[in-house]
């Protein structure tokens, strides 16, 4: 266990449901990150928090819509997505007052769009 | 954006073998850091690299760096059934952002 977790493990939605993607971290962190994993491709940065606040949005289409209420917790809402968003959704938190940041990462939620 | 790029996509060895794979970069770094994903599973991080540094062990794992090549290799000696996972490099390019490469993919057979 690394401190991250993340619920649901698995999740399969059709295109014009609403759900939502939960990551919580123990590990005392003030930084949280998604990551969208595709097969066969490098990790995808979506968005950072830092102390709360969103301090990085890749391109992220505005269907995924996050959300930081306090240092432990992330959230991911999804409406109306795509099939080509079927992925491996990764959560990664990281003390971001450290020399160097190491990200600690949770199992991910391996969502399925029909 | 990508910035590590990691070689070969696939390795597959035997067990008690030794597993060697390489990183490329394009741009400066802060440190660089390998982490190990089993099928479906988070990310685990192995073992960082400072920009000023070389070489560095862990256990049974091996980094290099060469910051002229900007290229990195992690060997991971006298390898075992449980090594078996994805093998990414992450570089720190100072920015609080870590860029990840798509991975090489070690399979260790009994």
């Known amino acids: 266990e690394t401190g991250v977790t993340q619920t649901p493990r698995h999740l399969v939605m059709g295109m014009t449901n609403k759900k939502s993607l939960k990551c919580e971290q123990h590990l005392g962190h003030n930084a949280m990150y998604w990551y969208k994993q595709s097969a066969k491709k490098p990790l995808e940065l979506m968005f950072v928090?830092?102390?709360?606040?969103?301090?990085e949005n890749n391109s992220v289409p505005s269907r995924f819509s996050p959300e930081c209420p306090n240092s432990s917790h992330l959230f991911l809402h999804l409406h109306t997505l795509q099939p080509e968003d079927s992925a491996l959704y990764l959560c990664a938190s990281e003390d971001s007052t450290s020399s160097y940041n190491e990200q600690f990462f949770g199992p991910g939620t391996r969502l399925t769009v029909l | 954006s990508q910035q590590g790029e990691e070689d070969p996509q696939a390795l597959s060895i035997q067990e008690g073998e030794n597993a060697t794979m390489n990183c490329s970069y394009k741009t400066s770094i802060n440190n660089l850091q390998w982490y190990r994903q089993n099928s479906g599973r988070g990310l685990v991080h192995l073992i960082l690299?400072?920009?000023?540094?070389r070489e560095k062990h862990s256990g049974r794992l091996r980094v290099t760096l060469d910051t002229s090549k900007k290229s990195s290799s992690l060997l991971i000696t006298a390898s075992r059934a449980a090594d078996t996972a994805s093998y990414f490099c992450?570089?720190?390019?100072?920015?609080?952002?870590?860029?990840f490469g798509a991975g090489t993919t070690v399979t260790v057979r009994a």
């Open positions: 992450a570089t720190d390019g100072g920015d609080y952002k870590l860029s």
């Open positions: 690299i400072r920009s000023n540094e």
């Open positions: 928090y830092n102390f709360k606040e969103q301090t």
